[in-house]
């Protein structure tokens, strides 16, 4: 650097601080050149489910006032937000007896009890910013977002070796790690399941949880495409952290709720030219035909022969050795499929619907990995109960390359902008999925739908 540069510059910041009446000013824009101007103090009034308590009817509907925020926090008025199957015992209460229990559902790691909190249920949905902290870099008051229901830090170790799916905050989301953001009347503190809530008028959440997505479709398609079970199941299929499906090949998809039908339609506009749906639900198996499946199967009509079936869909034009066979020397009859996306999962209560052959959701896992090409991928989404048996020579040597992961393995702000605009560009069909759509109050109707498996998923708009 010059002496005639540093002059310059020192006569230029003199000048400034001069013209910005004692400097103030300055300081101001310097505060904020990275951030945002300052919190906005807010006693906003909004109404919100608040779910506490054991048993059925914990969740009710509340008015509260919402406390001033700071940091790295940011409000969302919410638009939409998924009403997800994972949930169902904590907005219902436990509905069968292989589900968890609402007191189970976060990690016991400290005093408190999740079931004795007044928790705001939900986990993401999209909206507009209201108000961003000062630290905010992310996003501005006015944007549309989608509140992940995985967070993205960027610099954690987890997310830095390309797997924000595994993000450390989503370690930081037990009840002893939950912030009050807003009061009840009485005075109750009320708290966010996973700092991001969604089932109430606001969100109000950390920057890590939230991407700005920039689109003006309609709230619900909106929030189908950016909702948790989409961008697992797109996830599952088109993001690299686990394995992006490649070109003309074969996939199973076991179960065709909305993850399952959001993996359906990853493999679609992936390219893949076998996509075999696999649901005990007559409905679902029909929304599967209709956004992409080339092949569906009953698993109760299939019964043990499922996997047999499933490699006998992706057998090749040859089982010849030398001439590119996918069976070589016919030991496993039918190929299996390249990649199988599992998506079945428990049961959370009893459906009023087809039943799958097994509660706990150990059968289908067992089966996705058995129904996979020797050298294939099998990509895990769901929850189940239990602990896994496999063929033991099958896991080993077997060349099955397992991938497991939170979210189909996304990377928020990498992926979720991916999928609007698939969802923009007609690529991906959002109202397939959404077959239930309701207004805040009658959230607790249309989760039942979910519960009992009546609809494919539901969305509340705002
Ligand atoms: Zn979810
Ligand atoms: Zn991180």
Not at 105 to 123: C, E, F, K, S, Y
Not at 279 to 305: F, I, Q, Y
């Amino acid at each position: 650097m010059s002496d005639k540069e540093t002059v310059s510059r020192r006569e230029w910041l003199q000048q400034s601080v001069a013209a910005a009446a004692g400097g103030a000013a300055l300081l101001a824009q310097t505060g904020t050149a990275f951030g945002q101007p300052p919190a906005e103090r807010t006693r906003r009034r909004f109404k919100a489910w608040i779910s506490r308590g054991d048993g059925p009817g914990r969740t009710t509907l509340h008015e509260a006032t919402l406390r001033p925020i700071g940091g790295r926090q940011v409000v969302v008025r919410t638009e939409a937000t998924n009403l997800c199957y994972s949930n169902v015992p904590a907005v219902l209460g436990q509905m069968s007896p292989t589900a968890p229990a609402p007191s189970a559902l976060a990690a016991p790691n400290g005093t408190r009890r999740m079931a004795d909190l007044a928790v705001i249920q939900g986990h993401g949905g999209i909206g507009v910013v209201e108000a961003v902290g000062p630290e905010v870099r992310r996003v501005q008051v006015g944007d549309r977002v989608c509140v992940s229901g995985t967070p993205q830090c960027g610099p954690c170790y987890r997310c830095l070796r390309g797997r924000s799916d595994m993000c450390q905050f989503l370690s930081a989301i037990g009840a002893d790690d939950l912030v009050p953001i807003a009061d009840l009347d009485d005075g109750t503190p009320v708290y966010e399941n996973s700092h991001i809530g969604g089932l109430a008028e606001v969100m109000v959440t950390f920057e890590e949880w939230v991407v700005p997505i920039f689109t003006r479709l309609p709230a619900a398609d909106v929030g189908m495409a950016c909702s948790c079970v989409a961008v697992a199941g797109l996830g599952a299929t088109t993001a690299h952290a686990l394995m992006a499906i490649e070109p003309a090949s074969s996939v199973a998809v076991v179960g065709c709720g909305p993850l399952g039908l959001s993996a359906i339609q990853g493999a679609r506009i992936a390219g893949a030219s076998t996509i075999i749906g696999i649901d005990p639900v007559a409905a679902r198996r029909a929304v599967a035909l209709e956004v992409g499946a080339t092949h569906v199967l009953d698993p109760n009509v299939e019964g043990a022969n499922l996997v047999q079936r499933v490699r006998a869909l992706t057998s090749w034009p040859t089982d010849r050795l030398w001439a590119g066979g996918r069976n070589p020397a016919g030991r496993r009859p039918g190929a299996g499929a390249d990649y199988v996306i599992e998506a079945a999962g428990l049961e959370q209560a009893v459906p009023k619907v087809e039943r799958g052959p097994d509660p706990t959701g150990l059968l289908p896992m067992q089966q996705a990995y058995q129904m996979c090409a020797l050298g294939g991928h099998l990509i895990t989404t769901s929850i189940i109960r239990g602990d896994m048996v496999l063929p033991g020579n099958l896991f080993t040597i077997g060349g099955v390359t397992h991938h497991g992961g939170q979210a189909g393995g996304c990377s928020p702000m990498r992926d979720i902008p991916r999928f609007v605009e698939l969802l923009e560009k007609g690529q991906f069909d959002a109202k397939r999925l959404a077959t239930t759509v309701v207004p805040l109050e009658r959230m607790l109707e249309a989760y039942e739908e979910v519960a009992y498996r009546t609809t494919i998923t539901a969305i509340m708009t705002v």
